[in-house]
């Protein structure tokens, strides 16, 4: 197999091609390497490891050669610095964590190695996860490679850019509030956030404990099955794990319907849409291909249904309040004891805390810390931070009425495709809105996919959402599944890469 065939690949056919003996796990990752560095200025790595992805990668081929190797044998990928990695340094996109070394590796990525994958760095994101657009990463923005002007969305931003510009078959990513499925749309590849509990959190520099999941990031439905069910799985050491056997996400996937025939393999899928996620405000050339990409769902077998999601306005400020409030407990270790940067000059111990977070956060992580701490202060508390649990309850509620009319809801992921870098000017209520699509989902703490759906204006790509009922995770891959067999949206790729 020739070389310049091998960023082509997904996990699958890379899979399939290692098994086959057609390429070796160091002749892809050298490739890939060589990749890396050439488009160095898209901004996605934060940190490459040549030397341990070979040694990775050799590692990986005696296995095979041996006779014990697995699906993901030798296929390399890269981790969202959000995970804590024993042999190289995390940072989570924040000059805190400049220079951390983690003395073990996040279960996800230990469970990735155990299964044979090559690391060949970490990818950049978002400081803390805590943004849209990448723009907030203390190491340098991420561009999209389907336009370089515009940004890869965020938070999993370097993972999102990696994947579409063929630098990686794979990458992991987190979701709190949409950083797996929105960047996967903005940068017209497949992500799924499982269920919360799926994939443990053991490793995930926290943002919002209650929110935060892992999930994978790939250019197809099989190629994320394949590496989901390689991360997930009950861990003793994340007490909200999920108590659940392992789950084959690939057999989940194409295992095929009741009643469902070649032609409709869809057949009796009912495919609810809120109509919450249809406003006047959306994006016609969003509302155009999410659209058309239903149209290909009923040829398939499905059956469109309205439903209600009454309060997607208000995930808005629920997310807002829930998110920084547990943001400002869980970053309240880095204090230049415990973790993180240490101001150089201070007089007292006071000082010296402050000093050392003013200047190892940066401006969105305090202005989410403080958010935080206000609406848990004695007074607001029930005010903000008690209503919001309330109404992310109802929010959980309006699902389960849904789920009684239909087996999966859809919708656009965004309201509209990727931005251009700097567009926001500052502001970041603007960000904040266009989560109104993803934050409910994860709000309730159901499984959530981002699925290219097609092209619309500056032909950048664009998302349809799938929202599944908790653990169904199966159901939303094999819909994804049969939508790609039947279109080739997600096999574009972008000029130049
Ligand atoms: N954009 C959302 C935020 O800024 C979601 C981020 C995430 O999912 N990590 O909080």
Known sequence: MSAPDLHQMGVAALSAALASGKASSREVTQHLLDRAAAHEALGAFLHVDADAALAGAAVADAARAAGRAGALCGVPLAHKDIFVTQDMPTTAGSKMLAGYRSPFDATVVARLKAAGTVSLGKLNCDEYAMGSANENSAYGLVRNPWDLTRVPGGSSGGSAAAVAARLLPGATGTDTGGSIRQPASFSGITGIKPTYGV????????????????????????????????????????????????????????????????????????????????????????????????????????????????????????????????????????????????????????????????EGFGAEVKRRIMIGAYVLSHGYYDAYYLQAQKLRRMIADDFQACFKQCDVIAGPVAPTVAWHIASQGGDPLQAYLADIFTLPASLAGLPGMSVPAGFGAGGMPVGLQLIGNYFQEGTLLHAAHAFQQATDHHLAAPAGF
Do not use: W
């Not at 995930?204 to 404990?209: G, L, P």
């Not at 994340?238 to 194409?254: E, I, K, N, Y």
């Open 199 to 358: 994939c443990s959190r053991y490793g995930m520099i926290a943002f919002a404990s209650s929110l935060d999941q892992a999930g994978p990031m790939a250019r197809s439905a099989e190629d994320c099955a394949l590496l989901l069910s390689a991360m997930s799985g009950f861990d003793e050491r994340d007490a909200t794990s999920a108590q659940r056997p392992a789950g084959d996400f690939h057999a989940q996937m194409l295992a095929p319907r009741e009643g469902a025939t070649a032609a409709q393999p869809l057949k009796g899928l009912r495919i609810g849409l809120p109509t919450e996620f249809f406003p006047a405000a959306l994006a016609a050339d969003v509302n155009g291909t999410v659209r058309a990409a239903l149209a290909e769902y009923e040829k398939l077998g499905a059956t469109l249904v309205d439903v209600h999601l009454p309060r997607t306005e208000l995930s808005i400020p629920v997310y807002y309040i829930i998110a920084p409030a547990e943001a400002s407990s869980n970053l309240s270790r880095f204090d230049g004891v415990r973790y993180g940067h240490r101001a150089a000059e201070y007089a007292d111990l006071m000082e010296m805390y402050k000093r050392s977070r003013s």
